[in-house]
């Protein structure tokens, strides 16, 4: 897009699955975008190139180091930005962190980002991506959830034996109320929000983790996910533009679980079957945790607000295998 550009807004963690396709949706719309990653962006031109040979980003796209470890290294990218889409996550490294730590880090550095929007004067609003995590009904028997629940931190602390998503859920969880409180507190803008299984296509030069556990029945990557009995799914585009829309939505508030499509598994299996007979479509015991039912998502709110979805299943799947095979993942 030429011409004048609607403004400046920053991304954080420009290099990730959401943040990089937000950024492409962000330049074509016209905005100019700071963003950060955790290296220096010198010393990662190569691994930046997907972002720097984005339409507009020569003229509109600038790249700055930051890391959630050190919240006062965001200020910069935020100086002068209208809004703020705080997408970046610390790397859970459970080898050398406790499930405390990484919490932590995770609440500490968002609120230090958020304390560089309220020092900026300029930032009308701040998008925050959360997940579907912080709203899975653990412990409660529920067909349909929406964004008045919260996960049950302590539930999961006791019931999950993987500490990898015990730290994930607890950290996203927490987190996200923090960021809530925080806004609330300070009369600061702030919207999140709640995406499930992300699917789709990816500028990104590794292959996104929900991609490939969206892929677990071609792919075969039990290790990744064990599917649960009904699987939530939404459109990386749509993700993108959802947080574009509650940004720019004047009475957008609170929270807005982003979900698409709900199918069964066995529904799944039978559509990759038929859609994709190339492929050998695994659906055994093992891959699917079967007697784990999850309640379904409501999108109403965000529905209620002027929103739609552009894409359905097939081009979910269409498009994330066609960018694997372009990449040399498939």
């Known amino acids: 897009m030429e011409g004048e550009s609607k403004g400046t807004v920053c991304v954080t963690g420009g290099t990730g699955f959401v943040a990089s396709w937000l950024i492409k949706r962000l330049l074509q719309q016209g905005y100019s975008v700071n963003t950060t990653i955790r290296s220096s962006p010198q010393d990662s031109k190569e691994k930046t190139s997907y ?13 700055f180091q930051a890391d959630l470890d050190k919240p006062g290294s965001f200020d910069s990218s935020i100086k002068g930005c209208i809004g703020v889409f705080h997408v970046a996550h610390p790397f859970v490294l459970m080898d050398k962190e406790t499930i405390e730590m990484n919490v932590s880090k995770s609440i500490t550095g968002t609120l230090g980002i958020l304390q560089a929007c309220l ?10 991506t959360s997940s579907a995590a912080t709203v899975v009904d653990h412990n409660k028997d529920l067909d ?29 969880t927490l987190t996200e109320r923090a960021a809530l ?12 929000v709640i995406p499930t299984w992300i699917h789709g296509p990816f500028i990104c030069s590794r292959l996104p983790g929900s991609v490939s556990s969206s892929l677990a ?21 749509d993700v993108a533009n959802a947080h574009i829309f ?3 939505c004047p009475n957008a508030k609170g929270r807005y679980i982003c979900s698409a499509v709900e199918i069964t598994v066995d529904n799944l299996a039978k559509f ?22 999850l309640s379904g998502m409501s999108s109403k709110k965000l529905l209620d607000t002027g929103f739609r979805y552009k894409y359905g299943l097939e081009e979910m799947f269409d498009e994330a295998i066609q960018c694997c095979r372009e990449k040399g993942f498939l």
């Not at 020092?119 to 925050?128: A, I, Q």
């Open 272 to 293: 990759l079957s038929t859609r994709y007979p190339e492929f050998q479509i695994r659906n055994e015991e093992g891959l699917i945790e079967r007697g784990r039912k």
């Open 181 to 192: 409180e925080f806004a609330e507190k300070h009369s600061l803008d702030l919207v999140t």
């Open 144 to 172: 349909v959830v929406d964004e008045n629940l919260w996960a049950d931190v302590d539930y999961v602390r006791r019931s999950i034996d993987n500490n990898f998503a015990v730290s994930y859920i607890t950290a996203k």
């Open 246 to 248: 509650l940004f720019e």
């Open 51 to 63: 972002l720097t040979s984005l339409p507009g980003a020569s003229e509109r796209l600038r790249i």
């Open 119 to 128: 020092d900026s004067k300029t930032v009308k609003r701040v998008v925050y």
């Open 217 to 237: 029945m071609i792919i075969g990557n039990q290790n990744v996910l064990k599917y649960t009995e009904i699987i939530s799914f939404v459109h990386t585009d």
